[in-house]
């Protein structure tokens, strides 16, 4: 099983920049999508962008224009860019990892392993 782990989360204000990095252990196969989720208190957890092995990039709906993500399979390494934070980006925010390359990417359920979470909180 991969391990995850996250890092970079912490408090700013609406508007600023932050940045979350994920490096997962390595495997035979480096997994085929790397994904964030964020999961806000009281909600479900939502679907945030995922960088397949080629490099292609998913955004969710509330991030696209916002967020980007990085990939590098040489270093094990996944970061999540986010601009121009809102307070309602604040959130509990999830690496994960899928493997295989069928089936979906943006739910949790397509994916195998996570890392612990790391808080993001944005102050108005």
């Known amino acids: 099983q991969v391990q995850l782990a996250e890092s970079g989360g912490g408090l700013v204000h609406a508007g600023e920049f932050l940045r979350l990095s994920c490096v997962h252990s390595?495997?035979?196969?480096?997994?085929?999508?790397m994904g964030w989720f964020r999961q806000a208190p009281g909600k479900e957890r939502e679907f945030v962008l995922a960088?397949?092995?080629?490099?292609?990039?998913y955004y969710g709906d509330t991030v696209r224009g916002r967020f980007a993500g990085t990939r590098d399979n040489t270093k094990n390494t996944f970061n999540l860019l986010m601009n121009f934070l809102k307070p309602e980006d604040t959130a509990v925010y999830y690496c994960?990892?899928?493997?295989?390359?069928?089936?979906?990417?943006?739910?949790?359920?397509?994916?195998?392993?996570w890392g612990q979470g790391t808080q993001v909180t944005v102050s108005s």
């Open positions: 960088i397949d092995w080629h490099g292609g990039a």
């Open positions: 994960a990892a899928k493997t295989n390359d069928w089936g979906g990417y943006r739910t949790s359920g397509d994916y195998d392993s």
């Open positions: 390595q495997l035979a196969v480096s997994p085929y999508y």
